[in-house]
């Protein structure tokens, strides 16, 4: 395989990624662009990026071995990579934090930001409280219902949430008006993507940030799993938690690449969010990419049981690992998700994510069919105290 270095220089991953963005954004994007080639290995700002993951964030996270639950099943060894550890309960903060410092170097003093499970807004409120910035996040309205938790956290941190009522009111139509924020206050403004869309630079900047992940786990997994993992499994929203895992680990090609999309009710119902799996080549958020769109290339309706998997793309490196074979894309279902989510909670004392749990239940299905030798790390993208009130309602319990 030769050297992996993509994006090239136009932020491109093949023929996916790019800036399709308006005029009026093109010198947002250039400053962005340039700032960022300025810092990101500037000795300074990578010394305070990680001292900030370690003293604000807890990093490093564990691996975790999942002992009880690879007996149960009998196969492979099943580690967990624990981003439901990090401060405020997912990985989303790896990047908010990068983002901030990046942000203030440029002398923005404003920050905004787009959320659909509320992760990202609760992260990058908690980033923004913490360097004393302002803070607006937008939030579909569907959302904001689904995830009140997480409404109430950004409030307590001091950021302003705005309700997003247009299109399907998710996280799309959320991210159509932070970029419509920005392009009114480019001056005063620093609009922190949450995952690796939007136009080049972000799909770049945001994989590096989240790459602590993967270069973490590849150094602990000798340590104490005794050598590198045969599988790494990961869910796939808009791709940050899988990025971050799999970057470092492409060129290590003797382990296998595998990332899980949500099929909500079933891929061949239609509802569901599996960009990758079902999805056509377009443009959507500023990138080319896989894009749930009917006949008319109209951007369809996604369903998840799991907000932060709710998006009709998906980021253009994920698209690029499919195309080129060096990683795999299945689904999981709803239901399925559901299951492993109470599985986890019972048999390692862990709630995950919703989110993750899509990636737990495949290595439920995985793991049996290898040998009692083989390791598969999953990454653990979250923590499901967020999620107890959709599982109550799923459940028929009130709480
Ligand atoms: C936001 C979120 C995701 C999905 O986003 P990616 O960019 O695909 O990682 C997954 N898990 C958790 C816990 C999240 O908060």
């Not at 609760?122 to 689904?146: F, H, L, P, W």
């Not at 869910?235 to 909500?264: K, Q, W």
């Not at 509802?271 to 080319?288: D, E, P």
Request: with cysteine; net charge negative.
């Amino acid at each position: 395989m030769k050297p992996y270095d993509f994006p090239d220089a136009t932020g491109h991953f093949g023929q996916f990624g790019g800036v399709f963005v308006a005029e009026t954004l093109m010198q947002a994007i250039d400053e962005l662009r340039l700032s960022y080639d300025r810092y990101r290995n500037d000795p300074e700002f990578l010394a305070e990026f990680h001292y900030e993951l370690k003293h604000f964030v807890g990093r490093p996270t564990p691996v975790y071995h999942a002992r009880r639950w690879s007996d149960e099943l009998g196969g492979a060894q099943i580690w967990f990579k624990r981003e439901d550890l990090n401060h405020t309960g997912a990985h989303k903060i790896n990047n908010s934090l990068g983002q901030a410092l990046l942000a203030r170097r440029m002398g923005k003093k404003r920050i905004i930001a787009e959320t659909g499970a509320g992760q990202h807004g609760v992260a990058t409120a908690t980033v923004c409280a913490r360097y004393g910035m302002e803070c607006v996040v937008y939030m579909g309205s569907e959302d904001i219902k689904r995830q009140s938790p997480n409404v109430f956290r950004m409030k307590l941190l001091g950021a302003t949430v705005v309700p997003v009522e247009s299109g399907t009111k998710t996280l799309k139509d959320a991210l159509n008006e932070a970029m419509r924020d920005w392009v009114t206050n480019v001056d005063s403004t620093y609009y922190i993507i949450g995952t690796v869309a939007g136009p080049h630079p972000y799909p770049m900047m945001v994989r590096n940030f989240q790459s602590v992940i993967g270069t973490e786990a590849v150094a602990q997994m000798p340590e104490f799993a005794g050598r590198q993992p045969d599988y790494v499994l990961a869910c796939v929203g808009g791709g940050s938690n899988a990025m971050g895992i799999f970057h470092p680990y492409i060129p290590l090609t003797d382990t296998r690449l595998v990332g899980i999309e949500a099929a909500g009710e079933g891929v061949s119902t239609g509802h569901h969010a599996a960009s990758l799996t079902a999805g056509r080549v377009g443009v959507l958020h500023g990138n080319r990419t896989y894009v749930l769109q009917n006949a008319d290339g109209q951007v369809s309706e996604t369903h998840s049981v799991s907000a932060g998997l709710d998006y009709p793309g998906v980021g253009p490196e994920h698209a690029w690992l499919k195309d080129s074979g060096r990683a795999s894309y299945v689904t999981v279902t709803d239901d399925e998700a559901l299951h492993a989510f109470h599985h986890c909670c019972r048999i390692e004392g862990i709630i995950p994510a919703l989110e993750s749990s899509h990636a737990l239940a495949y290595a439920g299905k995985l793991a049996p069919t290898l040998a009692r030798d083989k390791i598969i790390l999953i990454n653990l993208s979250g923590r499901g105290d967020k999620d107890i009130n959709t599982v109550a309602d799923r459940a028929g319990i009130v709480l």
